[in-house]
């Protein structure tokens, strides 16, 4: 795991400076400790900053072929880099060292780049092609490593964080309004967009070409399909979901470092714990963390599996004033506002868990690949609801619902009353966006009534539903629970919980891998019919078939519960007035939204009657984000 970034000066332009791409480098230290490379080469220059997991001594980078005219630097793991370099090795390819690294060249120099499609792993990657001076950029599949880039009249830049391309003098700290606009709504900027005016994130499983001559061309290389359905019966379901995802932990065992897992107590990180004590000989490192709120802390469920099977345990507890020591080095980390609340205690978690190991495992993508969350099923069994007049599901039943208290003590994702308050939001909205109707943070009216008149007049016609709809259309799917499911892998999934897990683990040069993100399991369970992922309106029935004999009864028949953080409580109570000062005493807040319009939301939330926490939390996360942007700036 590691940093990367670079610079490429087109035709007529100065060479590539040393001086700018060591500064970038820096600003990615906390990505990889161990060592730093560069390869600088007239108008091309690439730089790592390196943690090393797999070929600690010999596996150092930039890494080139024999000759020296191909160049990468990579960051993540390619799972299947033994089987691939004996392939290669029999193509007549020689190899200098050990590492995972030197096949991407020499699978480049074999294959093309359709060499991406040989890959099993999580990577994003530079590497320059000298003979056809080309530079080709691209990232994993599932989009488990990052890349950003811009292009303008001083060249391309690109980097595994926004802080490395920020270092150029030239890149401007502009907000961009339609990012703010989409955040508000979904507590994540999605990709291709950033928080940043000319800053783009490359999209998992694309890939940027550019030649010297030309400008970036940005491609898909890869599409999740959902069909044709595996036919298949229910033992050779169970079997076959044994042996795929039994061998993806294994080969996330691969590691010359002290590895571990984090376990919440779900049945995915469960599961994962229990595959790893199949394997090893040793007890499992295992982290967890918890509150001291009972509704929201799964820690007796970890505890449990820990004792199942004699990890080596360790828990913590995150609690209101945690969250105000990390949340500013949160922000830093992620660069863009993130509002999601769970990115705060994992912070933390990855701190710990430093402490102890190098590589973590984790439970990323359990619930996409296996449709673990409950409005999946629900989407489905209230289509005769939403088929009510408006006046109705719109008007009459929201008016009658906001009478009723809402309390912050429940977790939103077990709140009876939560969720009863959002089916005025479920019928308005389109079923293409199932993530805006259940778990939007402002819905496009509130958006409207929070903005000043100038961002009101600007940004009234974008609908963030939209932008999710068309991500839904695009799905290579005929079901509304696959392409559902399509659009999580490509939006929530990609542009939220996986940025989450990246830059609170990297901030603490902590290596996650996810084994549910494997390829051979992700275009496995994508091809499976429905009634293995769905059943009684429950997720993810096959996991809990083919692996809860390995788990605590109590584990195996837990309901689903989303790693909430009770933000809402807190912001009554312990972070009552340290919030106020932050919403209320941020003038850099009053250039986008009025302060009567967040004044309303903080009394409405004081009163009981609307639990308006993770709506408070969005904006706290961007105006502190843009204390620290105005801090840089003076």
Same mark, same amino acid.
């Given at each position: 795991m590691c940093g990367i970034c670079g610079h490429l000066t087109l035709d007529g332009q100065p060479p590539v400076e040393l001086a700018l791409v060591r500064q970038m480098n820096r600003t990615l230290k906390h990505r990889g400790p161990d060592s730093e490379g560069y390869e600088i080469r007239e108008h091309v220059g690439l730089a790592i900053s390196r943690l090393a997991v797999i070929d600690v001594e010999g596996g150092q980078q930039p890494i080139t072929n024999e000759d020296g005219t191909v160049v990468v630097v990579f960051n993540g793991e390619i799972y299947n880099f033994v089987e691939l370099r004996t392939e290669l090795e029999n193509f007549g390819h020689i190899f200098s060292t050990k590492s995972d690294t030197e096949v991407i060249v020499h699978a480049y120099e074999q294959w093309g780049d359709e060499a991406l499609h040989r890959f099993n792993g999580m990577f994003a990657f530079s590497l320059w092609d000298a003979p056809r001076q080309r530079l080709l950029l691209a990232r994993d599949r599932m *989009?488990?490593?990052?890349?950003?880039?811009?292009?303008?009249?001083?060249?391309?830049?690109?980097?595994?964080?926004?802080?490395?391309?920020?270092?150029?003098?030239?890149?401007?700290?502009?907000?961009?309004?339609?990012?703010?606009?989409?955040?508000?709504?979904?507590?994540?900027?999605?990709?291709?967009?950033?928080?940043? #005016? *000319?800053?783009? %994130?490359?999209?998992?499983?694309?890939?940027?070409?550019?030649?010297?001559? *030309?400008?970036?061309?940005?491609?898909?290389?890869?599409?999740?399909?959902?069909?044709?359905?595996?036919?298949? +019966?229910?033992? #050779?379901?169970? #079997?076959?979901?044994?042996?795929?995802?039994?061998?993806? @932990?294994?080969? +996330?065992?691969?590691?010359?470092?002290?590895?571990?897992?984090?376990? !919440?107590?779900?049945?995915?990180?469960?599961?994962?714990?229990?595959l790893m004590a199949q394997s090893s000989s040793k007890p499992v490192k295992t982290f967890s963390i918890g509150f001291a709120e009972p509704r929201y802390s799964e820690s007796h469920f970890a505890r449990q599996v820990a004792a199942y099977y004699q990890t080596d345990h360790h828990e913590f507890v995150f609690n209101a004033q945690d969250l105000v020591r990390v949340i500013e080095g949160s922000i830093a980390a992620t660069d863009e506002p993130?509002?999601?609340?769970?990115?705060?205690?994992?912070?933390?978690?990855?701190?710990?868990?430093?402490?102890?190991?190098?590589?973590?495992?984790?439970?990323?993508?359990?619930?996409?690949?296996?449709?673990?969350?409950? +409005?999946?099923?629900?989407?489905?069994?209230?289509?005769?609801?939403?088929?009510?007049? !408006?006046?109705?599901?719109?008007?009459? @039943?929201?008016?009658?619902?906001?009478?009723?208290?809402?309390?912050?003590?429940?977790?939103?994702?077990?709140?009876?009353?939560? *969720?009863?308050?959002?089916?005025?939001?479920?019928?308005?909205?389109?079923?293409?966006?199932?993530?805006?109707?259940?778990?939007?943070?402002?819905?496009?009216?509130?958006?409207?009534?929070?903005?000043?008149?100038?961002? %009101?007049?600007?940004?009234?016609?974008?609908?963030?539903?939209?932008?999710?709809?068309? @991500?839904?259309? #695009?799905?290579?799917?005929?079901?509304?629970?696959? +392409?559902?499911?399509?659009?999580?892998?490509?939006?929530?999934?990609?542009?939220?919980?996986?940025?989450?897990?990246?830059?609170?683990?990297?901030?603490?040069?902590?290596?996650?891998?996810?084994?549910?993100?494997?390829?051979?399991?992700?275009?496995?369970?994508?091809?499976?019919?429905?009634?293995?992922?769905? %059943?009684?309106?429950?997720?993810?029935w096959l996991l809990k078939a083919a692996f809860g004999d390995l788990l605590p009864p109590s584990i195996k028949s837990r309901r689903k519960q989303g790693f909430g953080v009770p933000v809402g409580s807190w912001l009554r109570n312990e972070l009552h007035a340290w919030a106020r000062e932050r919403l209320l005493g941020n003038r850099l807040l009053e250039e986008w939204f009025q302060p009567a319009a967040i004044q309303r939301l903080l009394h409405e939330h004081d009163g009981g009657k609307i639990n308006h926490g993770k709506r408070l939390w969005a904006l706290l996360i961007f105006g502190l984000w843009l204390e620290q942007v105005h801090k840089v700036r003076t």
């Open positions: *989009g488990k490593k990052p890349l950003y880039w811009h292009h303008s009249a001083d060249g391309l830049l690109w980097g595994s964080e926004a802080k490395a391309l920020l270092a150029a003098p030239w890149i401007k700290r502009r907000v961009n309004p339609l990012s703010l606009h989409h955040y508000l709504t979904l507590q994540y900027v999605p990709d291709p967009l950033t928080i940043f #005016e *000319g800053i783009h %994130r490359l999209p998992a499983a694309h890939k940027l070409v550019v030649e010297r001559s *030309g400008s970036p061309n940005v491609s898909r290389w890869w599409q999740l399909e959902f069909e044709p359905k595996w036919k298949i +019966r229910t033992d #050779e379901a169970v #079997e076959q979901a044994q042996e795929i995802l039994k061998a993806a @932990v294994q080969r +996330r065992l691969i590691a010359e470092v002290p590895l571990g897992a984090f376990l !919440s107590g779900g049945i995915d990180s469960s599961t994962i714990v229990a993130l509002a999601d609340p769970a990115a705060l205690p994992l912070f933390e978690l990855s701190r710990q868990a430093r402490r102890y190991v190098t590589v973590a495992l984790c439970g990323d993508g359990g619930d996409e690949t296996l449709a673990g969350y409950r +409005r999946y099923a629900v989407d489905g069994l209230l289509k005769p609801y939403a088929a009510l007049p !408006s006046w109705i599901t719109q008007r009459a @039943v929201p008016a009658a619902l906001r009478l009723l208290p809402e309390s912050t003590w429940i977790p939103e994702d077990r709140n009876i009353i939560t *969720g009863l308050k959002r089916l005025g939001q479920f019928s308005a909205t389109t079923p293409k966006a199932s993530l805006v109707r259940w778990c939007s943070y402002f819905t496009h009216d509130e958006k409207l009534a929070l903005y000043t008149d100038n961002w %009101r007049d600007q940004l009234g016609a974008s609908d963030t539903a939209n932008w999710i709809a068309n @991500v839904f259309d #695009e799905a290579h799917a005929s079901s509304l629970l696959d +392409r559902t499911l399509h659009t999580d892998h490509t939006t929530y999934l990609a542009a939220d919980l996986l940025p989450k897990t990246d830059r609170m683990t990297m901030a603490h040069s902590l290596e996650a891998r996810s084994p549910f993100l494997d390829v051979k399991w992700v275009e496995w369970t994508a091809r499976l019919p429905e009634c293995f992922k769905v %059943r009684h309106l429950s997720g993810k």
